[in-house]
């Protein structure tokens, strides 16, 4: 992996994120992003070889509970306050949020 960003590349990933960047942002996310794909190849450089892998820091947990199965809330009750609420469909209408 290379760590060196052309203009064009971070031109793809503004683009991407949809973001509008001026030259000089451009210029200074591409010496960002650089720094950390530096920073990604020296941990991908360490070696793992004898470390077991974990799914999580703990190696083992006690749940803070018991699962119990228990009702949940009505139907009616959940839509009750909802506003435009499609009751006879079982749903919640919300605004459009994207174009």
């Known amino acids: 992996m290379s760590s060196h960003l052309t203009k ?6 503004a683009e991407l994120a949809r973001l509008e960047l001026s030259k000089e942002e451009q ?4 010496r960002q992003l650089a720094e950390i794909l530096t920073y990604a190849e020296a941990v991908q450089a360490v070696d793992t070889t004898d470390v077991p892998p974990t799914t999580h820091l703990l190696s083992s947990h006690e749940a803070l509970r018991a699962d119990e199965l228990r009702d949940s809330l009505p139907r009616e009750d959940a839509l009750a306050n909802a506003p435009d609420a499609a009751a006879e469909e079982g749903f919640f209408k919300v605004p459009k949020v994207i174009g």
Do not use: H, K, L, S
Request: charged fraction near 40%; aromatic fraction near 10%; glycine fraction near 0%.
């Open 8 to 13: 064009a590349d971070v031109e793809r990933i």
């Open 27 to 30: 210029e200074t996310f591409a």
